[in-house]
């Protein structure tokens, strides 16, 4: 069966720090990857996406996530996190329609 | 412009209750969907419509009943509401059924059932 897991629901980091969101997933297929991040009561906003080639794809927000085959995983990074980046971070696999996670709350403390 | 937008935003109703969902996009895309959040901020697909024709409906009670009058429309209508239909619905287009993934979202009608 098609899943998508995301370990953390909640995650917190000082502005500056470093962040690493997880994503595991499972699939048939080569699977296509996707993060999205949500804002509170917005809608969601694609951050990158990977289909194939180089497996460290760079996406907006200067957000990066690489695909690890071996480990069926699929996180996103980001250097040094910014207090606009509070927000909840969903990873997604899928072709013709996309199964997302459950979601990663990120906290950010000045 | 909003690429993707959907009224009303919020929807107060009791059981029983029959309500519609409006969304349009002005991107030009070919492909439009509908998507629920529970309160568990779960996401999953509804239905998706690709030139006006419904291409997926993922076991949704017959109760939903999506109609796209072109393709830059994509309208909800739910009958017999229920306490369980409480959630955020979410609009979303992508250029085509192709580009599945690459999703253009709304800001979500969030319906409270009472």
């Known amino acids: 069966a098609q899943s998508v897991t995301q370990p953390d629901i909640h995650i917190t980091v000082s502005e500056g720090a470093s962040l690493e969101l997880r994503c595991n997933y499972s699939y048939g297929a080569t699977p296509y990857l996707f993060w999205y991040v949500q804002s509170p009561g917005q809608g969601l906003q694609l951050l990158l996406k990977?289909?194939?080639?180089?497996?460290l794809v760079q996406g907006i927000k200067g957000f990066e996530a690489e695909f690890k085959r071996s480990q069926s995983s699929f996180n996103l990074r980001k250097p040094s996190v910014h207090w606009s980046d509070a927000a909840e971070y969903f990873c997604?696999?899928?072709?013709?329609?996309?199964?997302f996670g459950t979601g990663t709350r990120l906290q950010v403390f000045p | 412009d909003t690429a993707v937008s959907q009224t009303p935003k919020y929807l107060v109703t009791q059981m029983g209750n029959d309500k519609s969902i409006k969304c349009e996009q002005n991107?030009?895309?070919?492909?439009m969907y509908w998507y629920k959040q529970d309160s568990k901020k779960f996401l999953k697909i509804m239905f998706s419509y690709n030139n006006k024709e419904l291409i997926i409906n993922e076991t949704v009670p017959n109760r939903f009943s999506p109609k796209s009058p072109d393709k830059a429309h994509l309208n909800l209508h739910i009958n017999s509401l229920e306490l369980g239909d409480s959630a955020v619905y979410f609009c979303?287009?992508?250029?085509?059924?192709?580009?599945?993934?690459?999703?253009?979202f709304g800001e979500g009608s969030r319906l409270t059932v009472l």
């Open positions: 991107l030009g895309h070919d492909t």
């Open positions: 997604a696999v899928g072709t013709d329609k996309l199964i």
């Open positions: 979303a287009s992508s250029y085509n059924i192709q580009s599945s993934g690459e999703l253009f």
């Open positions: 990977y289909f194939s080639g180089d497996t």
